[in-house]
C-alpha cells in the first residue's frame, strides 16, 4: 500500500471518530459546558474572602465604650452583628449548631478601665473546628479591636513610626480568578484529552471492536493517532474558551506572549493524550479506565500541583509528589506567561522537564502498547 | 421480596466479582485521606523573602536578623537592587521583595517616619495577604522593639494596654486534618458510590443484560432497590473503613454518637444512589454516564465546604448548597466528630437530605424504562 493511500484511510478514520463524537449531544454538552461550569463556579462561587461575617458578642460591660466598639466592628463591612449572647452558657449551644462562628467577650467595666489606663482583656472565641474560618476571622477581628483603640486613645501620633508600603504585583485586586483560570484549564484538559482517549480506547477494548480495528489495513499507531486528534483537538477548543471567559468575565488578563502560551497548551495536550492512552492500554474496560484516571490523573493534579493549595507549604514528602505531576509544571508555566508576562527564557527549566514527561511517557505507552496488542 | 433478595444476590456476586473494586474500597480510602488531608491546608508555613538592604546601617541589619530569625521566613537572596529582585519574583523564586531605602537608619533617629517597600507576588490572594501580613507583624514588632530604646531618652506616654485573647474551641492547636479528615471522608464515601452507581445500568444497558432483566416480571422499584441496597452497604462499608483508618492515622476526636452519624450516612447514601441511577437511567454509553457524573461531582465538591467555607461564598451561591448532598455530609460528619452535636443540632441536614432523597429516586424509578 502506498502512503497515499494508507493517509486516505487514515483521513477517513478521523472522520468516522469525529462524526461519533459530534453525533453524541449529551457528551459534546458536557465537553464544552463542564470547563464554562468550572470557571464560572472559581470565579464567583469559591473565594476565600469574607464578606459580612456572623459574629456574637457575649457583653459584660454593656457601656458607652463597649457599644461603640461592637458598632466599629460592624462598621468595616467584613462583621455583622450575628446576636447578642447573655451568658456564658449559650455558647455553646449556639457553636455546636454551628451558628456561631465567632464570639467577642468584653470585659464588665471596660470603659472605666480603658480610660483608666488599666489593663483590659478582651475574648475572642472562635469555633476551631474549620480552622481556617477561626484563622481569618480572628485576623479581621483583631486588627479592627486595635484601630478602635488606637482612635480611642489616640496613639499612633508617635514620630519613631517604621511605616511600610506594600504593593501587590500581579494581582493588585485580589482577584481569586487570576489564581483559578490557569489551574482550571490545566484540569479541563486533563480531563477531557486523558481521560476521554482512555476511556475511548478501553470501550473499543470491552466491547471487542479493538480486534476489528487491528485487522485494518491502518497501522496500530495510525489508529490510536485516529482515535485521539479529534480529542486533541476539542480539548484545545477548551482550553481558549476558558482564557476568553477568564479574561472577558473576571478581567484576567494575558500579559506575555499569547503565542507562546497556546504552544504550551498544545504540548500539554500531548503529554495529556500520552497519559490517557497509557492508562488504556492497562485497563480492560470503561470502569477500570475510569477509576484509573480518577485516582492516578484527576486527584493528584487538583490536589499537589499548587493548582489549590500552595506546595511550598506541604509536608516535603508531598512536595517531591508534586514535583513528578505534569499539570504542576504546565500550571507554572501558565502563570509565569498569563500573569508575570515573563518570556521564554524564565520558564526554560519547567518547559524542558514537560518535553521530557511527554516524550518519556510516549515511549512508555509505546512499548506498552505493542506488548498488549500485537 | 423474594425477587428483590435474588436481585440483590446477583448485584452482590457482581461486586465480589469485580477485581478493581475491593482494593478501591480499601486501600484507596487510606490513601486519599493520608494525601489529602496532608495537603490541603492553607496555612502558610514557608515565605521566600528577598531583602534588598540599600541601607547597610546597623538599625537595617537588625532588622534583616530579625527575619532571618523567623522560621516562617526563607531568605531567598540580598541583591544590591531591586531589579535584581524583580527578577527572582518573576521566576517565582521570591514571593515578596523587602526594599530598606538608604538612609533608613538617618530618617527614623530623626523621626522623619521612613517608608519600607513591600512587592508582594499576589496571584494567589489568600498567600499574598497573610505572607505579607506575617512580615508586616516581625516589622512591627521589631518597630516596637526600637521605639522603647527611643522612648526611654523620651516622656513616656502612659495608656491602656487591650489584651487580646484568642482561644480556638473544639481544635486549640488548630490541627489541620482534625477538620479535614472528616469532611473528606464524606467527600470519598459520596464520590465512590456515586460514580459506581452511575456506571450500573448503563453498563447492563451496553452490554445487553438489560434485556434480559426486562423480559423478566421484576417491577420498576425491585429493580431500582435492588441495585440501591447493594451500593449502599458498599457506602457503609467504605465509611466504617475510612473512620477506622481516620481514628488511627490522625487520631481525630469522636466526640459525638458515631451510630448518629451512621445513621444520617444511611439517608444521604440513598440520595446520592438515587442521583447516580438517575444519571445511569439517562445515558445510552458509559462514558456519558461518567461524565455526567463527574460534572456533578465536580461542582458538589468545589461547593460543599470542603476546601473553601460556605460562609465565604455569595448568597446566591449558599443557597445552591442545599440540593448538594456533599454538604449536607461534610457539615454533619464536621459537627458530630468535633463538637459531638446532637441530632438536634444536625436537623436541618437531616431534613434537606431525606427530601433530596425522595425526589431523586421518585425520579430515578419515574424515568426507568423497561424498554430500549
Same mark, same amino acid.
Given at each position: 500500500?502506498?502512503?497515499?493511500?494508507?493517509?486516505?484511510?487514515?483521513?477517513?478514520?478521523?472522520?468516522?471518530?469525529?462524526?461519533?463524537?459530534?453525533?453524541?449531544?449529551?457528551?459534546?454538552?458536557?465537553?464544552?459546558?463542564?470547563?464554562?461550569?468550572?470557571?464560572?463556579?472559581?470565579?464567583?462561587?469559591?473565594?476565600?474572602?469574607?464578606?459580612?461575617? $456572623?459574629?456574637?458578642?457575649?457583653?459584660?460591660?454593656?457601656?458607652?465604650?463597649?457599644?461603640?466598639?461592637?458598632?466599629?466592628?460592624?462598621?468595616?463591612?467584613?462583621?455583622?452583628?450575628?446576636?447578642?449572647?447573655?451568658?456564658? $452558657?449559650?455558647?455553646?449551644?449556639?457553636?455546636?449548631?454551628?451558628?456561631?462562628?465567632?464570639?467577642?467577650?468584653?470585659?464588665?467595666?471596660?470603659?472605666?478601665?480603658?480610660?483608666?489606663?488599666?489593663?483590659?482583656?478582651?475574648?475572642?472565641?472562635?469555633?476551631?473546628?474549620?480552622?481556617?474560618?477561626?484563622?481569618?476571622?480572628?485576623?479581621? $477581628?483583631?486588627?479592627?479591636?486595635?484601630?478602635?483603640?488606637?482612635?480611642?486613645?489616640?496613639?499612633?501620633?508617635?514620630?519613631?513610626?517604621?511605616?511600610?508600603?506594600?504593593?501587590?504585583?500581579?494581582?493588585?485586586?485580589?482577584?481569586?480568578?487570576?489564581?483559578?483560570?490557569?489551574?482550571?484549564?490545566?484540569?479541563?484538559?486533563?480531563?477531557?484529552?486523558?481521560?476521554?482517549?482512555?476511556?475511548?480506547?478501553?470501550?473499543?477494548?470491552?466491547?471487542?471492536?479493538?480486534?476489528?480495528?487491528?485487522?485494518?489495513?491502518?497501522?496500530?499507531?495510525?489508529?490510536?493517532?485516529?482515535?485521539?486528534?479529534?480529542?486533541?483537538?476539542?480539548?484545545?477548543?477548551?482550553?481558549?474558551?476558558?482564557?476568553?471567559?477568564?479574561?472577558?468575565?473576571?478581567?484576567?488578563?494575558?500579559?506575555?506572549?499569547?503565542?507562546?502560551?497556546?504552544?504550551?497548551?498544545?504540548?500539554?495536550?500531548?503529554?495529556?493524550?500520552?497519559?490517557?492512552?497509557?492508562?488504556?492500554?492497562?485497563?480492560?474496560?470503561?470502569?477500570? $479506565?475510569?477509576?484509573?484516571?480518577?485516582?492516578?490523573?484527576?486527584?493528584?493534579?487538583?490536589?499537589?500541583?499548587?493548582?489549590?493549595?500552595?506546595?511550598?507549604?506541604?509536608?516535603?514528602?508531598?512536595?517531591?509528589?508534586?514535583?513528578?505531576?505534569?499539570?504542576?509544571?504546565?500550571?507554572?508555566?501558565?502563570?509565569?506567561?498569563?500573569?508575570?508576562?515573563?518570556?521564554?527564557?524564565?520558564?526554560?527549566?519547567?518547559?524542558?522537564?514537560?518535553?521530557?514527561?511527554?516524550?518519556?511517557?510516549?515511549?512508555?505507552?509505546?512499548?506498552?502498547?505493542?506488548?498488549?496488542?500485537? | 421480596?423474594?425477587?428483590?433478595?435474588?436481585?440483590?444476590?446477583?448485584?452482590?456476586?457482581?461486586?465480589?466479582?469485580?477485581?478493581?473494586?475491593?482494593?478501591?474500597?480499601?486501600?484507596?480510602?487510606?490513601?486519599?485521606?493520608?494525601?489529602?488531608?496532608?495537603?490541603?491546608?492553607?496555612?502558610?508555613?514557608?515565605?521566600?523573602?528577598?531583602?534588598?538592604?540599600?541601607?547597610?546601617?546597623?538599625?537595617?541589619?537588625?532588622?534583616?536578623?530579625?527575619?532571618?530569625?523567623?522560621?516562617?521566613?526563607?531568605?531567598?537572596?540580598?541583591?544590591?537592587?531591586?531589579?535584581?529582585?524583580?527578577? =527572582?519574583?518573576?521566576?517565582?523564586?521570591?514571593?515578596?521583595?523587602?526594599?530598606?531605602?538608604?538612609?533608613?537608619? !538617618?530618617?527614623?533617629?530623626?523621626?522623619?517616619?521612613?517608608?519600607?517597600?513591600?512587592?508582594?507576588?499576589?496571584?494567589?490572594?489568600?498567600?499574598?495577604?497573610?505572607?505579607?501580613?506575617?512580615?508586616?507583624?516581625?516589622?512591627?514588632?521589631?518597630?516596637?522593639?526600637?521605639?522603647?530604646?527611643?522612648?526611654?531618652?523620651?516622656?513616656?506616654?502612659?495608656?491602656?494596654?487591650?489584651?487580646?485573647? /484568642?482561644?480556638?474551641?473544639?481544635?486549640?492547636?488548630?490541627?489541620?486534618?482534625?477538620?479535614?479528615?472528616?469532611?473528606?471522608?464524606?467527600?470519598? /464515601?459520596? =464520590?465512590?458510590?456515586?460514580?459506581?452507581?452511575?456506571?450500573?445500568?448503563?453498563?447492563?444497558?451496553?452490554?445487553?443484560?438489560?434485556?434480559?432483566?426486562?423480559? /423478566?416480571?421484576?417491577?420498576?422499584?425491585?429493580?431500582?432497590?435492588?441495585?440501591?441496597?447493594?451500593?449502599?452497604?458498599?457506602?457503609?462499608?467504605?465509611?466504617?473503613?475510612?473512620?477506622?483508618?481516620?481514628?488511627?492515622?490522625?487520631?481525630?476526636?469522636?466526640?459525638?454518637?458515631?451510630?448518629?452519624?451512621?445513621?444520617?450516612?444511611?439517608?444521604? =447514601?440513598?440520595?446520592?444512589?438515587?442521583?447516580?441511577?438517575?444519571?445511569?437511567?439517562?445515558?445510552?454509553?458509559?462514558?456519558?454516564?461518567?461524565?455526567?457524573?463527574?460534572?456533578?461531582?465536580?461542582?458538589?465538591?468545589?461547593?460543599?465546604?470542603?476546601?473553601?467555607?460556605?460562609?465565604?461564598?455569595?448568597?446566591?451561591?449558599?443557597?445552591?448548597?442545599?440540593?448538594?448532598?456533599?454538604?449536607?455530609?461534610?457539615?454533619?460528619?464536621?459537627?458530630?466528630?468535633? !463538637?459531638?452535636?446532637?441530632?438536634?443540632?444536625?436537623?436541618?441536614?437531616?431534613?434537606?437530605?431525606?427530601?433530596?432523597?425522595?425526589?431523586?429516586?421518585?425520579?430515578?424509578?419515574?424515568?426507568?424504562?423497561?424498554?430500549?
Amino acid at each position: 500500500m502506498s502512503s497515499i493511500s494508507i493517509l486516505k484511510i487514515f483521513w477517513a478514520f478521523v472522520k468516522k471518530e469525529i462524526y461519533h463524537i459530534l453525533r453524541d449531544r449529551r457528551t459534546l454538552l458536557i465537553l464544552f459546558g463542564m470547563p464554562l461550569a468550572q470557571v464560572l463556579i472559581f470565579g464567583y462561587a469559591v473565594t476565600n474572602e469574607f464578606k459580612d461575617a $456572623a459574629i456574637d458578642v457575649l457583653d459584660h460591660a454593656k457601656d458607652d465604650a463597649s457599644r461603640e466598639l461592637i458598632y466599629h466592628l460592624q462598621s468595616s463591612g467584613n462583621f455583622s452583628l450575628h446576636k447578642m449572647l447573655h451568658s456564658e $452558657a449559650e455558647l455553646e449551644d449556639s457553636f455546636k449548631e454551628g451558628t456561631s462562628k465567632l464570639v467577642m467577650v468584653i470585659p464588665e467595666d471596660f470603659s472605666s478601665d480603658l480610660y483608666g489606663s488599666k489593663d483590659v482583656t478582651i475574648q475572642l472565641l472562635a469555633d476551631g473546628s474549620d480552622p481556617n474560618n477561626a484563622n481569618t476571622l480572628v485576623q479581621y $477581628a483583631t486588627v479592627m479591636i486595635n484601630s478602635f483603640v488606637k482612635d480611642k486613645l489616640h496613639l499612633g501620633s508617635n514620630p519613631y513610626q517604621i511605616n511600610v508600603a506594600s504593593r501587590m504585583l500581579y494581582n493588585p485586586q485580589l482577584v481569586s480568578a487570576y489564581n483559578f483560570v490557569p489551574g482550571t484549564i490545566a484540569i479541563i484538559l486533563l480531563i477531557i484529552s486523558a481521560m476521554l482517549t482512555s476511556l475511548t480506547i478501553a470501550r473499543e477494548k470491552e466491547l471487542g471492536t479493538m480486534e476489528i480495528l487491528l485487522v485494518s489495513p491502518l497501522p496500530p499507531l495510525l489508529i490510536i493517532l485516529g482515535k485521539v486528534t479529534p480529542y486533541a483537538f476539542l480539548s484545545f477548543v477548551d482550553a481558549v474558551l476558558v482564557l476568553i471567559v477568564g479574561y472577558f468575565v473576571f478581567e484576567v488578563p494575558v500579559v506575555g506572549s499569547l503565542f507562546l502560551l497556546l504552544l504550551i497548551c498544545l504540548l500539554y495536550v500531548v503529554t495529556a493524550l500520552s497519559l490517557g492512552t497509557l492508562i488504556s492500554t492497562v485497563s480492560k474496560t470503561q470502569q477500570d $479506565a475510569m477509576m484509573r484516571s480518577l485516582i492516578g490523573l484527576m486527584m493528584p493534579s487538583m490536589i499537589l500541583s499548587g493548582f489549590i493549595f500552595p506546595l511550598t507549604s506541604m509536608p516535603k514528602l508531598l512536595f517531591y509528589l508534586g514535583h513528578i505531576i505534569p499539570a504542576t509544571y504546565f500550571i507554572e508555566i501558565l502563570k509565569g506567561v498569563m500573569l508575570r508576562g515573563v518570556g521564554l527564557h524564565f520558564i526554560i527549566t519547567e518547559v524542558c522537564v514537560l518535553i521530557g514527561m511527554t516524550l518519556f511517557l510516549l515511549m512508555l505507552t509505546w512499548k506498552n502498547f505493542k506488548t498488549r496488542l500485537e | 421480596m423474594r425477587i428483590l433478595g435474588y436481585l440483590i444476590q446477583k448485584e452482590f456476586i457482581q461486586i465480589v466479582r469485580n477485581k478493581a473494586l475491593l482494593p478501591m474500597m480499601t486501600i484507596l480510602p487510606i490513601v486519599q485521606l493520608i494525601l489529602l488531608s496532608n495537603a490541603a491546608s492553607n496555612e502558610i508555613k514557608d515565605v521566600r523573602v528577598v531583602l534588598v538592604d540599600m541601607d547597610q546601617s546597623e538599625t537595617s541589619r537588625l532588622l534583616v536578623r530579625k527575619i532571618t530569625a523567623n522560621d516562617r521566613f526563607t531568605i531567598v537572596d540580598a541583591p544590591f537592587s531591586q531589579e535584581q529582585g524583580m527578577e =527572582l519574583l518573576q521566576a517565582n523564586k521570591a514571593d515578596i521583595i523587602l526594599e530598606v531605602p538608604s538612609n533608613f537608619e !538617618k530618617e527614623y533617629i530623626r523621626g522623619e517616619q521612613p517608608e519600607l517597600q513591600m512587592l508582594v507576588n499576589a496571584i494567589n490572594g489568600q498567600q499574598a495577604t497573610v505572607g505579607s501580613g506575617y512580615l508586616n507583624n516581625v516589622i512591627r514588632s521589631f518597630n516596637q522593639d526600637i521605639m522603647r530604646e527611643v522612648a526611654v531618652r523620651m516622656r513616656q506616654v502612659g495608656g491602656a494596654q487591650v489584651n487580646i485573647v /484568642t482561644r480556638n474551641w473544639y481544635n486549640p492547636e488548630i490541627k489541620y486534618n482534625h477538620f479535614m479528615a472528616p469532611g473528606i471522608l464524606a467527600e470519598i /464515601t459520596a =464520590l465512590l458510590t456515586i460514580v459506581l452507581s452511575a456506571m450500573n445500568v448503563v453498563r447492563e444497558r451496553e452490554i445487553g443484560t438489560i434485556e434480559q432483566i426486562n423480559v /423478566t416480571p421484576i417491577q420498576k422499584w425491585q429493580f431500582i432497590l435492588g441495585k440501591l441496597i447493594p451500593f449502599l452497604c458498599v457506602g457503609l462499608v467504605l465509611l466504617t473503613v475510612g473512620l477506622t483508618a481516620a481514628k488511627l492515622i490522625f487520631d481525630i476526636p469522636i466526640r459525638g454518637n458515631i451510630p448518629l452519624i451512621f445513621f444520617y450516612a444511611i439517608f444521604n =447514601l440513598i440520595a446520592v444512589l438515587g442521583l447516580g441511577l438517575l444519571i445511569s437511567n439517562f445515558a445510552d454509553t458509559q462514558q456519558q454516564a461518567i461524565f455526567v457524573a463527574f460534572f456533578f461531582v465536580m461542582i458538589f465538591i468545589l461547593m460543599c465546604g470542603l476546601f473553601t467555607p460556605i460562609d465565604s461564598m455569595p448568597k446566591w451561591a449558599q443557597l445552591l448548597t442545599i440540593p448538594n448532598p456533599l454538604a449536607h455530609f461534610i457539615s454533619v460528619s464536621r459537627k458530630v466528630l468535633m !463538637k459531638g452535636s446532637g441530632l438536634a443540632d444536625v436537623k436541618w441536614e437531616f431534613i434537606y437530605t431525606i427530601m433530596l432523597a425522595i425526589v431523586f429516586n421518585s425520579l430515578a424509578i419515574w424515568s426507568y424504562r423497561k424498554q430500549v
